[in-house]
């Protein structure tokens, strides 16, 4: 079992940049791949990112690719998700997510995965 908790929301402007952290807790987290979700108000959760169990595989929404990056540090339990040149539509709330298999069932749903943490605000104004 997994369990995830996100940090690292905030505020900013246009154009700033943030890091989202995921600390996971298990001793099988490195086996399991990682995702980040976001879901804005009066919309349905939305895939952002993925990256597989060593980081050889990753994936990323159009909306996010070239600006978004993932990676993972297994001997440090946590995922990141470095965020550049935020716009407003970014505003969400950012869910980190766990499952067995990077490759498999669709990853881009949020049906197919295990472990979710509470989330974390990220608000980006004009």
């Known amino acids: 079992q997994v369990q995830v908790v996100e940090s690292g929301g905030g505020s900013v402007r246009a154009g700033d940049s943030l890091r989202l952290s995921c600390a996971a807790s298990?001793?099988?987290?490195?086996?399991?791949?990682m995702g980040w979700f976001r879901q804005a108000p009066g919309k349905e959760r939305e895939f952002v990112a993925i990256?597989?169990?060593?980081?050889?595989?990753?994936d990323y929404a159009d909306s996010v690719k070239g600006r978004f990056n993932i990676s993972r540090d297994n001997a440090k339990n946590t995922v990141y998700l470095q965020m550049t040149s935020l716009k407003p539509e970014d505003t969400a709330v950012y869910y980190c997510?766990?499952?067995?298999?990077?490759?498999?069932?669709?990853?881009?749903?949020?049906?197919?995965?295990?472990?979710w943490g509470q989330g974390t605000q990220v608000t980006v104004s004009s």
């Open positions: 997510a766990a499952r067995k298999y990077y490759s498999g069932s669709s990853y881009y749903s949020d049906r197919n995965y295990n472990y």
């Open positions: 298990g001793r099988t987290f490195s086996a399991y791949a």
């Open positions: 990256i597989n169990w060593n980081s050889d595989s990753t």
